[in-house]
């Protein structure tokens, strides 16, 4: 059995049961995730003038703060950011700055090894929930569907109560791993947990979509982020997972799903977030298939 397989196995149960859950992950991996982090504190601690210049379409490439709010515009998040992923043509990320085509590259090879991992887990998740047996349907369904971003944050500097307020993504499933403390995950009595996913664990951590497809069956996990005074730099990579909305049929039907167009969530709840909304344009099925 491959690795991704046993690690999907061995944690399914309590993912299913709290909606997150911490795994080790190969070498492979942790290299990646360290070189990306190295490339993007390069990528962030350049001026806001050469950071600007790294924009990209579709909420793509460099974010600065004020954009992006967990709750409301009023309270932007505490945040920059820079996203990565396969939704943005070649052509645009040219226009990218030496050191932003070199954290883009980066994040995009991290994609590329963090997929599989996600993309088993949603298909043994499937079918332990729903005994759904068409595994097939969901070979390369994210590829293009989910979203690798990188925040930015001088913790020590902030002067709000937070670097993102309580909220869930809004996705199927993000994994994250940081730099440094401030994360806190809310347990299912309401309490907080403070985790720090660091080194080689990652954190799966369930959205609304998987709460919907699921019927309810794994909660969406709210969560937030407070400023550590003794931190004076931190990072957070999170893979935002979410399949093809056409593929977005709910596993299990019940009152929970009944009447919501899951896949057109799928391409709304970034405006949640004061982010535009993510259009299927005409060369999307064409671009899935290619890759």
Known sequence: MPATSRIAEQHLGQFIRDG??????????????E??????????RMSLEKKLRSRLPQDSGYRPHGVEYSLSPARPD?????????????????????????????????FDLLEPIAENFIVRLA???????????????????????LNYSRPAETRMDYLNELHEDGCLLTIS?????????????????????????????????????????????HHRVLPVST???????LLFVDIHPKLCSPWIKNQINEGIDIGERVLKNSTRFGLSEWELDANYDQR????
Request: proline share 4%; with cysteine.
């Open 20 to 33: 997150f859950v911490l795994i080790e992950t190969s070498d492979p991996i942790q290299r990646a995730v």
């Open 35 to 44: 070189e990306t982090f190295r490339a993007g504190a390069t990528f962030f």
């Open 78 to 110: 505490e945040v920059e950011s820079f996203t990565a992923s396969y939704r943005v043509k070649t052509s645009d990320i040219q226009s990218l700055t030496e050191e932003g085509d070199d954290l883009y590259r980066k994040m995009l090879g991290l």
């Open 127 to 149: 079918e332990r929930l729903a005994n759904l047996s068409e595994s097939d349907r969901f070979h390369s369904a994210l590829h293009i569907s989910s979203i690798l971003q």
């Open 177 to 221: 791993s940081v730099t440094g403390p401030g994360f806190e995950l809310q347990a299912s009595d309401g309490s907080f947990l403070p985790l720090t996913p660091t080194g080689n664990k990652v954190l799966f951590m369930s959205g609304e979509i998987l709460w919907l497809l699921s019927g309810g069956k794994v909660r969406p996990v």
């Open 231 to 237: 931190c004076l730099e931190r990072m957070s990579l």
């Open 288 to 291: 899935l298939s290619d890759d």
